[in-house]
């Protein structure tokens, strides 16, 4: 399987959460894409990009168990994230109800909205070890009648949880609270059926697991929520006329969420074409089957280091999935990701969250038994207590 990827073959790579890594087909298949559009830029972009990506949108609907008209593309979660955070109306004195294990950079979208609209930032502290029906409830609990949106991610970034989305955004929608599931680790990771989950918004990312090039994610919009979310960046499909004009038509599509979100100006749209390629990929390789070696491989893993340091995992194996993160004594973290890489030449990311330092690994189809167990003895050496 590695050979099949571009990854620097003197790495043990357990970093695929990162950024993800595109297998070498599929990037070929990216660059056809390139290819096609720089022949006719005017005939490629111009009159059939919106038929070009609604056909893409399409294969991921069924892959997502979504209708194709509840998805639109965009460049990564982040962006997906803004979009949702900047287009809710809410005013002084709402509530956004979180928790502190959200990725930094969308705290800072919240942040910067409640500070615009006067709204507050709720954030809820999730236990460890974590419990899953322990921490709906403390969710819950911490609902007032000021509450518009829960916003919670479905995998956490720093400690790699699994959150269990589905049951908030059953008794968020029961309570005619708007849900935002900040799911950028989740497809290709986990089995995602967008219908199941229920949330109003969704945002994953295609880059990250599902091996895509970079620079592709999406935002899901329930249908009776779609009035509510508008582009971060205003174009064509905001004409009053769109409907008579052809040509903007031809460029934006026709439903609401296309003509909000899809053109955003000029920008190569290859990436969105290549998702099918890389959700074959995934097919014929049974990706299914890879998940699960991949995830018992990151559960040995983690129970080995436990075994190692004494500090117990901050999870059971069903609240996580490939990645995992390992908590390792305290030191600086940064020094010890260096040294990881510089030394022995693992790239791992070392997250820390609430006073404690984890070891995120992310065990992906390429990796092996053996480069783990490299990991385990890498950290042996570096904690090893000082001789006497
Ligand atoms: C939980 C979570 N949300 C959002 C993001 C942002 O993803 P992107 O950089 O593709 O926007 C990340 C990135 O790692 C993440 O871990």
Same mark, same amino acid.
């Given at each position: 399987?590695?050979?099949?990827?571009?990854?620097d073959?003197?790495?043990?790579?357990?970093?695929?959460g990162?950024?993800?890594?595109?297998?070498?087909?599929?990037?070929?298949?990216? %660059?056809?894409?390139?290819? %096609?559009?720089?022949?006719?830029?005017?005939?490629?972009?111009?009159?059939?990009?919106?038929?070009?990506?609604? %056909?893409s949108?399409?294969?991921?609907?069924?892959?997502?168990?979504?209708?194709?008209?509840?998805?639109?593309?965009?460049?990564?979660?982040?962006?997906?994230?803004?979009?949702?955070?900047?287009?809710?109306?809410?005013?002084?004195?709402?509530?956004?109800?979180?928790?502190?294990?959200?990725?930094?950079?969308?705290?800072?979208?919240?942040?910067?909205?409640?500070?615009?609209?006067?709204?507050?930032?709720?954030?809820?502290?999730?236990?460890?070890?974590?419990?899953?029906?322990?921490?709906?409830?403390?969710?819950f609990?911490?609902?007032?009648?000021?509450?518009?949106? /829960?916003?919670?991610?479905?995998?956490?970034?720093?400690?790699?949880?699994?959150?269990?989305?589905?049951?908030?955004?059953?008794?968020?929608?029961?309570?005619? /609270?708007?849900?935002?599931?900040?799911?950028?680790?989740?497809?290709?990771?986990?089995?995602?059926?967008?219908?199941?989950?229920?949330?109003?918004?969704y945002?994953?990312?295609?880059?990250?697991?599902?091996?895509?090039?970079?620079?592709?994610?999406f935002?899901?919009?329930?249908?009776?929520?779609?009035?509510?979310?508008?582009?971060?960046?205003?174009?064509?499909?905001?004409?009053?006329?769109?409907?008579?004009?052809?040509?903007?038509?031809? /460029?934006?599509?026709?439903?609401?969420?296309?003509?909000?979100?899809?053109?955003?100006?000029?920008?190569?749209?290859?990436?969105?074409?290549?998702?099918?390629?890389?959700?074959?990929?995934a097919?014929?390789?049974?990706?299914?089957?890879?998940?699960?070696?991949?995830?018992?491989?990151?559960?040995?893993?983690?129970?080995?280091?436990?075994?190692?340091?004494?500090?117990?995992? /901050?999870?059971?194996?069903?609240?996580?999935?490939?990645?995992?993160a390992? %908590?390792?004594?305290?030191?600086?973290?940064?020094?010890?990701?260096?040294?990881?890489?510089?030394?022995?030449?693992?790239?791992?990311?070392?997250?820390?969250?609430?006073?404690?330092?984890?070891?995120?690994?992310?065990?992906?189809?390429?990796?092996?038994?053996?480069?783990?167990?490299?990991?385990?003895?890498?950290?042996?050496?570096?904690f090893?207590?000082?001789?006497?």
């Amino acid at each position: 399987m590695r050979d099949q990827f571009l990854l620097d073959e003197s790495i043990v790579f357990l970093n695929h959460g990162s950024f993800g890594a595109c297998p070498r087909s599929v990037l070929a298949v990216y %660059q056809d894409w390139q290819r %096609q559009l720089e022949r006719n830029p005017v005939e490629f972009l111009g009159r059939r990009s919106a038929s070009l990506l609604t %056909q893409s949108r399409s294969v991921l609907a069924e892959f997502l168990n979504a209708r194709t008209d509840d998805l639109v593309y965009l460049t990564n979660a982040t962006s997906g994230f803004n979009t949702v955070a900047r287009s809710l109306n809410l005013t002084a004195g709402d509530e956004i109800l979180s928790t502190d294990m959200e990725y930094g950079a969308c705290d800072n979208a919240w942040r910067f909205v409640a500070e615009q609209r006067g709204a507050k930032l709720v954030s809820v502290t999730v236990a460890l070890p974590f419990d899953e029906e322990q921490f709906v409830e403390e969710l819950f609990r911490a609902v007032t009648t000021r509450t518009r949106v /829960i916003s919670i991610s479905h995998i956490t970034s720093s400690t790699a949880l699994i959150f269990p989305v589905t049951k908030v955004c059953r008794r968020a929608r029961a309570m005619g /609270i708007l849900t935002l599931v900040d799911g950028a680790h989740v497809p290709g990771h986990l089995e995602l059926d967008l219908e199941a989950v229920g949330a109003d918004f969704y945002v994953g990312n295609c880059h990250k697991w599902l091996c895509a090039p970079k620079g592709v994610a999406f935002l899901y919009v329930r249908e009776q929520s779609q009035p509510l979310v508008h582009a971060t960046v205003v174009s064509w499909g905001y004409s009053a006329s769109i409907t008579q004009h052809a040509d903007i038509a031809s /460029i934006t599509g026709t439903t609401l969420l296309e003509r909000r979100l899809q053109w955003q100006g000029t920008r190569d749209i290859a990436a969105f074409l290549t998702v099918p390629a890389a959700i074959e990929f995934a097919r014929a390789r049974d990706w299914r089957a890879q998940g699960a070696r991949c995830h018992e491989l990151a559960w040995e893993t983690g129970l080995q280091l436990a075994a190692q340091t004494g500090l117990a995992p /901050i999870c059971v194996a069903r609240d996580c999935g490939q990645m995992l993160a390992i %908590q390792v004594p305290e030191t600086d973290g940064a020094l010890l990701q260096r040294r990881l890489y510089d030394q022995f030449r693992i790239e791992v990311p070392v997250t820390r969250h609430a006073e404690r330092l984890f070891v995120r690994i992310s065990v992906f189809a390429y990796n092996t038994r053996a480069e783990l167990a490299a990991l385990c003895g890498a950290l042996a050496q570096i904690f090893a207590p000082a001789p006497a």
